[in-house]
T-cell receptor, first 116, second 110 residues
């Protein structure tokens, strides 16, 4: 149980275009979803917290107009990287949790974004 | 903000050896989790352990919340244990946000 999926797993896009990443909780309803970013050989850094039906809360230094987060349902959150630039190339990972299954967080497999 | 420090940063073991990974945190926490990040980037949940001791096969973990540290024990290591081990903590009233340590990169040689 407690499976989180992400799509796509890998995406290459041209500079200036937008990319949408989906995060789904497959076998539970996620009251909260989180988006992280990881650069090579580094740790995970939280970008934003997303609660179903409400606006995302962004961490300091994360541009909310660049990284649009939508938590449309209890099983789906999306991250849209708008007007992507090469410096946005990174590994993006989502996680989800639910009070119904305790407070443990479960992570998706990640999306590797390359902006050319 | 809270600081999460993991040690050692790197560890090389021969297959069959045992190891202990440490996670220190600078403030009280509501939750602590240990993860293994495999070579493809997937984080695998190992333990949800805000306090006490848990065991799962060759792995066990102990968190001493009053002294602000947690230990992950790996016994009889296997090459498939290679990867990066992260601990992450959640503070009270922070909406579930996890703060990650820098990780321990483990390499198990055959």
């Amino acid at each position: 149980g407690a499976v989180v999926s992400q799509h796509p797993s890998r995406v290459i896009c041209k500079s200036g275009t937008s990319v949408k990443i989906e995060c789904r909780s497959l076998d539970f309803q996620a009251t909260t979803m989180f988006w992280y970013r990881q650069f090579p050989k580094q740790s995970l850094m939280l970008m934003a917290t997303s609660n179903e039906g409400s606006k995302a809360t962004y961490e300091q230094g994360v541009e909310k107009d660049k990284f649009l987060i939508n938590h449309a349902s209890l099983t789906l959150s999306t991250l849209t990287v708008t007007s992507a630039h090469p410096e946005d190339s990174s590994f993006y990972i989502c996680s989800a949790r639910s009070r119904a299954i305790g407070y443990e967080q479960y992570f998706g497999p990640g999306t590797r974004l390359t902006v050319t | 903000g809270i600081q999460v420090e993991q040690s050692p940063p790197d560890l090389i073991l021969q297959e069959g050896a045992n190891s202990t990974l440490r996670c220190n945190f600078s403030d009280s926490v509501n939750n602590l989790q240990w993860f293994h990040q495999n070579p493809w980037g997937q984080l695998i949940n190992l333990f949800y352990i805000p306090s006490g001791t848990k065991q799962n096969g060759r792995l066990s973990a102990t968190t001493v919340a009053t002294e602000r540290y947690s230990l992950l024990y790996i016994s009889s290591s296997q090459t498939t244990d290679s990867g990066v081990y992260f601990c992450a903590v959640e503070q009270y009233n922070q909406g579930g946000k996890l703060i990650f340590g820098q990780g321990t990169e483990l390499s198990v040689k055959p």
